[in-house]
């Protein structure tokens, strides 16, 4: 006989005033508390908090850079302290809405100049796309805005920001990802992935939102396809055990997210933290880990959009026989999920 | 009734000595003539010539920078002219040995530095690890040096060098990728996958090499499992059609390769270029395709190794409905390719 | 007759505990409250608060990556508001001590594998180099460890950061560079110059520290000749007009820093920077404004050793009639430093 | 009592078709012999060919990208031989005509985006600028288009590439540098300087061309005050001695050319060269040389625009007592350059 689950709602006020809300990771007080092991339901808002959902916007028009990608959070994690490991299983992500919107936004994106790769050409022409989400076919609509065509693409619902307060004493904007998390954006932080980030702050502080009905890897334009969302996620913690860089787990994959410019160093971080991973669980040297993982690894692009961009190291388990990620945590977090689903 | 499919069998002397054989796309004379719609039979040397088939061998006991990655090829493709593309098609790539080789080499791989992300380190220890090759069972057996793990990995042959003579005059090592094709080391670089490339020379002077019994994507620590390559490929020609990267399509994806320092470059140039053959052959407006390229494309890393670096953007046809990629062609060569298998 | 200069003086506990220091920009309350126009008198620590002295001394020993840089403010500027230009002159950079000191730190510096340009060599040897320094004779003796050579260097004391609180309240830490100024690490931070950085606080909250008796441009290995200073300088506001990126101007030259990775992107910060403030003040199109920087601009590296890398862009005032920065600040604040020096 | 000095004048015919020109650095024959120890006296035409004289010219209506940048040479210098550094001293260069002609071209320089840092954005208005050269005065005189601002700037003039046949049996397009020198665009590459370059093919094959009368560090448009040259030169060979990278030295100076992409790595390969030289020079150890490189190099960045980018690590020999470059071959070069002026 177990313990019965604990399931925390954190619900949160739609009507909030913009400049009320959540846009850094550290730097600011925790809304909730979480007992590691519990269940939490919330939702998290759009990356434009609900502000264009007409094609006929200009993202310029309704949007401040001040109040950019709101996140849910930050929770205080009940015990968790710097040397730790965070835990996230994400049960479920659903949308909330039946619509999602991509735009163009002046100077942002990998096919533009932007304030850092600076240029002196005339911005893009602003646009915006409406999708229509159907929960129940499983698709989003694409439809373009010069001509007819359009096309039904998979939902696949995931969280470009999960991260925690960063080390040193840092607040970053939740247009960054780093070691501590943020705004990765990729595509494999969807339902039924175990996402691990080293704790740097007692109660860690963790922050989510910047749902995505789908994106492809890289978010090129820089923006994917935008929506609120449901999300249960349970939380745990490895006392004692420190991860550099965040690392995801699936039932078939291990995976570490290097995030940094440029791209090659991103690429450097991701596949040097798998190496030493593997190395570590398996009890490879170094240079058999570094050959293993040369010859097996997956390395899809996150983003190259954001203030720092990312890329996966993605390993089959099937490769790794005897591999133990972080004592078994994402089986226990599996069954968790699956008692309350 | 159709024309009988002509197959070529170019064969070459596996004795030849290395300084003879060829290491550069441009700069040489062709080796044999090869007519449009034709089928060529021959095959690859490994990138080290053979010259490592123990594990302990010392990489650069025995290497040469003047003789690495030897090419089969060149091959005049009778017609082809600067404005045309070639289509290459890879009917069957199979390993000739029933060994493979990875080796660490001083000061090249993602994880080190090298002559240009210079460095005062000391090198990394040279390694070699010798795979066992079993096409029966389609596996590579992956085997650690200092200690007893093992594992098969799923054997799955490539050519991480497919390239024709470069642009303006130039001539390039086979170390390098670049718009002409070249050392991409790019997976998708598999049998049933048509690889397009702008023709920049009269003849074209296709060639192709580095065999790869199976890599990871990244091509992390510089060296895949090499092996020689028995390979069956056709040839055809777009006429007065331009290509300016290297576009890949098999039955479920349309590709285009970029390559560059940064990466991140790399990924802009395949992203772009992708955006504008969606636009172009589905008729939308560039930020239409920017859009849909978005929230589709995946766009795995191919090589962080080479003299520039290499990422794929990859679009499921699905997504692209009326996509019509150098009209059918595709299609007719995996026809012939049927027709000789 | 004006109204005499007033200056205050800022003083702090040499003995106060490590963990109380300031180590970030942003995150910290004011330290004092400056009125613009002001002079002030205070003193910076070295980096490494003088925990290295002795060539015996290893840096890791002694090191803590929580305490690294502590920065002297921050200071409260009177009626700093966001969208103002703080101006920062400095009067007199003084080394404190007769002795300054540089090490190899592992994993950072700009010819080695560090934690982003993450790599799998052995770290770098650590050694320490005191350097003696001779103020009345204006050098800093460098002597090899490992062999008898030596030399006097000019003494050009410096400051590596200067900055204030970042926007979209953020903090970053005392290591990292950006558009708030911070660890830019370059040796045009020397007496006689005027610093501008835009104001994204109330009160703008500036911090300076990180002295230099001299460093090369790049900060090679990561470590100029580090030592606490005596520093004056004077304050003031220009109230209403915005600074992207930090701006220096001397009696010769106007500069702009960009910082970045990689160092491409620095330096297309700097030099978009400068081609904007040269079409501003001249009244030139953004065309014209470019071809003369292009062929005018002077690029030297600051620092490729940091979290983010600098470029200077800097343009002789003698190519660049009637360029009016910032209303003649620098000038204003030259007669103030005259005047009390 | 000497030998006299040989000097050689070589000339070509100014209405030569441009599709006969040599474009590359390798792949074509050598036009002339030249002994070492001899003067040559010669001239090279501008990066357009005289194409662009009149400041309604288009860039994009008068270039061909097959015709950019023409070479003088190559030279076949006698004895040279791949392991030998080939030493060129620049007694004189001086713009041929009394007008030089800078512009902007689509998709080409540091602040657009360009083929590889590749985007969606409409191109740069193309632009002409041209320059009154005042040889009596040593002026430029920058005008601007849109507004009447003129200003005199200092002549200046250089060589944007210096380079010889390239290593691994290569050809690169004179828009290129590397190891080779080539394209580097260097300001230092002015009268006076003695310009190291290793010898990759027998006979070294000496090329120049690109003559600016001035530019700014970086050539940020990416087009410098462009203009044919009357140019003499010395050429002298180091038999037995490499040089990796481009090795520059004047009476003050001694430096160090590194060209890669990103930025960064230019940086890191200069300095890595410098480095090394000084340890090698002044018997330092690798980090005793690490530590005086540190703090006394300057490094102004040379090209954001090319195939590859330039940097540029440069000390002063006054902080280098005892350092003997290359036998005091820059000394006797000026010696043969002060007999011959």
Known sequence: MTDPIEIQRYDHDPQMPRADLVYTFGGHEPVAQVRPGSVVSTWTRDAFNGSISHRDTTASDVLDARYLNPQTGPFHVEGAE????????????????????????????????TPRTAGLQAALAQQTWIYAIDRGRGVVRY????????????????????????????????????????????????????????????????????GHARQGEGETCGVAVETA??????????????????????????????????????FRISQYDMVMWVSGSLGLSHLDAYQLVTQTVLSPVANVVDTDYTVVAKVAKTYLTGFDAYQGMHARMRAIAAAVT
């Open 143 to 210: 439809e373009a805005r010069d001509s007819s065509y359009a096309v039904d693409l998979p939902l696949d619902p995931m969280h470009g920001t999960v991260g925690v307060a960063p080390s040193l004493g840092e607040v970053r904007t939740s247009l960054t990802p780093g070691a501590f998390g943020g705004n990765m954006d990729t595509p494999e932080m969807r339902s039924g992935v175990t996402c691990y980030l080293g704790v740097n702050v007692p109660g860690a502080l963790l922050s989510l939102g910047d």
């Open 229 to 266: 969302m449901d999300t249960v996620f349970v939380v745990d913690l490895i006392k004692g055990v420190e991860t550099p860089w965040p690392r995801l787990e699936n039932d078939d994959f291990v995976m570490s997210a290097g995030s940094a410019r440029p791209l090659d160093d991103a």
């Open 82 to 113: 710097p040397g730790d490991t965070l835990a996230v299983h994400f049960v479920s992500i659903t949308p909330r809405e039946d619509w999602g919107v991509s735009t163009t936004v002046p100077f942002f994106g990998s096919l533009t100049t």
